[in-house]
């Protein structure tokens, strides 16, 4: 089968039946012996692939169970971050009556997730590299050590963790210290 893509810089005015009959009258003129069998978008001939389709709807897959993912480890490091934050009630309480500032205690709770997100970015970034050949010939388009997939999915699981500490924290910093030390 031979075929021809016609990339148009702008489309003709008119629907695509007429953008069709455009480029059946421009085949015709140049050589009216070649016959035209299908003429369709590139959009339909992307629809009507059925292996382009299995590939969309893996990566569709694969991108909601990564938006899963992300959301299960989010919710899971708010949840070790606020019991971890709500076990220091008394500690963060003492701090706060002896003159610690609220922004003191924030920094202090987002310190101490930031140094296990460091931590495990560091070592996820290590393990990407470490399988980005195996990992290549999975993803279709995608280089070994794709530049903005080594920068996006950092930046997305920093700020999605960043977000899940700082609400315990944000909540440490409104801990009555009066209540606090009466707790216990």
């Known amino acids: ?18 953008t069709a009959d455009l480029l059946r009258r421009a085949v015709r003129d140049f050589d009216p ?20 389709w299995l ?10 169970f990564g938006g899963l993912a992300l959301g299960l480890a989010v919710v899971g490091l708010y949840g070790v971050k606020a019991y971890s934050v709500a076990r220091r009630t008394r500690e963060i309480g003492i701090r706060m009556a002896l ?12 310190r101490e997730g930031s140094i ?9 970034l290590l393990l990407a590299v470490a ?8 993803l279709y388009g995608v280089g070994a050590l794709d530049p903005v997939a080594f920068t996006v999915a950092p930046v997305v699981l920093t700020v999605a963790a960043l977000v899940a500490m700082w609400l315990p924290a944000r909540r440490a910093t409104r801990v009555d210290p009066v209540q606090a030390l009466h707790a216990e």
């Open 33 to 52: 012996s070649i016959p035209i069998l299908s003429l369709r978008t590139f959009a339909q001939h992307l629809d009507s692939n059925l292996d382009l």
């Open 116 to 124: 296990m997100l460091v931590s495990g970015v560091a070592i996820g």
């Open 99 to 110: 003159g610690a500032q609220a922004g003191a205690v924030l920094r202090m709770i987002m």
């Open 55 to 64: 590939v969309r709807a893996g990566a569709a897959l694969f991108s909601i």
């Open 1 to 18: 089968d031979v075929f021809f893509i016609v990339r148009f810089r702008s489309l003709p005015s008119g629907s695509d039946s007429t």
């Open 131 to 138: 399988t980005a050949k195996i990992v290549s010939g999975i």
